[in-house]
């Protein structure tokens, strides 16, 4: 038989769990340097670390169907999501899959870039001379293109409670991750209590609009009326309500805090290293000279989207991602037992000094062609990859690069001497004390300002 992968015996009876509660990326970073790119880590869960690109590709693609995601991660997160994307497995997920894509096709995403500048706009107008907590208003921006992209409807009265609503269903889903054994929803706790409260004031809002959209669809499409009126190619069936709400709730969760906190590096970075800024501005004077940003030119600014792959690189929002395999397999010639709990950690993955030379260094030019020639697919999949890919990179890869054009075309963004900047690997890699930055507003929106 073939041996299961090395890893530390850590404590005799907890194993590596205690560390990794305490300081996950230390415990793996220090796993991975010692045992390399498969490790077992002990504990009251037995956790496979897994980081070679080709152990990836066997996970993500080749032997896709045997790598569900985990059943318990499934059922904690469906709490709060219900059976949308990221929690069904199998056909049903495969059919939802079928009928969610559309949604995030090309023709689609000129309306939701519109928003995505408009919704830019209306925070900059806001912005004064004070310092900002960018990862506060990255969230708030996030959600709010979002939900205007999902139902296309002006929600400014409800932002405040649906926001406070959504940041309470993530951190009930942060705690019931790595909470063991965790407490089910109908257990009276206050955290389950007012957990039950948001989704339920969420549920009456969104039951609400889709009773409305059912109705009338608006002049343009939104997110929510393409989920509405496209049938499963296959079987010719729409979505239910109930599968309609699912799907939203999932995308509010999936969609914008992940976005929210790559845009919150990219802030801590650009506000650190004025020569990188520099010529993100240059690039942005050349393509846009005095022009707004708008969708036809992300593809010019080629040097902001390597800023944005280099971010998502250093600081993937996503920074593991869990798989159980249903069948015994065998990986770099270890044993992986079935059921067993796989952690894929991009984190770990893309500071893997073989395919990135100085890898903790901020260097957007790693991505050119001619430096990327030769490097595994899998040394880099902040968006995983695979038939279960992130359904909706293009809507981020969009809305990214518009939002830092918007922002660097009115403000420059200086760094807050003496505030401490943390990682907090959460259900996604946050900032622990926020990104503390101060906007001056550029007088005249000028092309030579470089
Ligand atoms: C920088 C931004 C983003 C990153 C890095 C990211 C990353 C990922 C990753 C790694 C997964 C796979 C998770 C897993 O299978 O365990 C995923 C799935 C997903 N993402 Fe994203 N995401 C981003 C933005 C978005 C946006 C903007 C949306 C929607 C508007 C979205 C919707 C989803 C959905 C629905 C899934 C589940 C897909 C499925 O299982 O078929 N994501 N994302």
Not at 93 to 102: G, L
Not at 139 to 145: F, G, M, N, S, V
């Amino acid at each position: 038989m073939k041996p299961l992968p090395p890893g530390p015996r850590g404590h005799p009876i907890f194993g590596s769990s205690l560390g990794f509660r305490r300081d996950p990326l230390g415990t793996f970073l220090a796993a991975w340097r010692e045992y390399g790119d498969l490790v077992r880590l002990r504990g009251p869960v037995t956790v496979y670390l897994v980081a070679h690109p080709d152990h990836l590709r066997h996970i993500l693609v080749d032997e896709f169907e045997n790598y569900p995601h985990p059943a318990d991660f499934d059922r904690k997160v469906s709490a709060s999501v219900g059976q949308g994307l990221v929690t069904t497995n199998g056909e049903p997920w495969r059919a939802q899959r079928r009928m969610a894509e559309p949604a995030f096709r090309r023709e689609q995403m000129h309306s939701y870039a519109g928003v995505m500048l408009e919704g830019t706009r209306r925070m900059l107008d806001r912005w004064g001379g004070e310092p900002l907590d960018m990862q506060a208003e990255m969230q708030a921006l996030t959600l709010d293109i979002l939900a205007r992209c999902l139902f296309r409807t002006d929600w400014s009265a409800d932002a405040a409670w649906v926001g406070a609503s959504v940041r309470r269903q993530l951190e009930h889903l942060n705690h019931k991750l790595i909470s063991v054994p965790d407490l089910p929803e109908w257990v009276p706790t206050p955290r389950n209590r007012r957990f039950l409260a948001a989704r339920r004031r969420l549920d009456e809002l969104v039951y609400r609009l889709i009773g409305e959209r059912r109705d009338s669809a608006p002049d343009e499409a939104d997110l929510l009326t393409t989920l509405m009126h496209t049938p499963d190619p296959e079987t010719g069936e729409y979505m239910t309500d109930r599968q309609l709400r699912d799907q939203v709730m999932t995308l509010f969760v999936a969609g914008h805090e992940t976005v929210a906190a790559t845009l919150t590096w990219v802030w801590h970075v650009l506000s650190r290293h004025p020569e990188i800024t520099r010529r993100v501005r240059a690039e942005l004077a050349e393509v846009l000279g005095d022009r707004e940003p708008a969708m036809a030119d992300v593809p010019n600014l080629k040097y902001l989207r390597r800023v944005l792959a280099e971010v998502l690189r250093l600081y993937p929002p996503l920074w593991q991602v869990a798989r159980t395999p249903l069948r015994d397999d065998v990986l770099g010639g270890h044993r992986i037992p079935a059921g067993s709990f796989l952690l894929l950690s991009t984190y770990i993955t893309h500071r893997n000094p073989a395919y990135w030379d100085n890898p903790e260094g901020f260097d957007p030019d790693r991505f050119t062609r001619e430096r990327s020639a030769g490097r595994p697919r899998y040394a880099y999949f902040p968006f995983l990859g695979g038939p279960r890919n992130c359904v909706g990179m293009a809507f981020a890869n969009l809305e990214m690069p518009l939002v830092v054009a918007s922002v660097l075309r009115r403000f420059d963004l200086e760094s807050v001497p003496g505030h401490p900047v943390e990682f907090q690997p959460d259900l996604t890699l946050r900032a622990r004390h926020g990104v503390l930055v101060r906007p001056r507003r550029i007088e005249a929106a000028c092309p030579a300002h470089t």
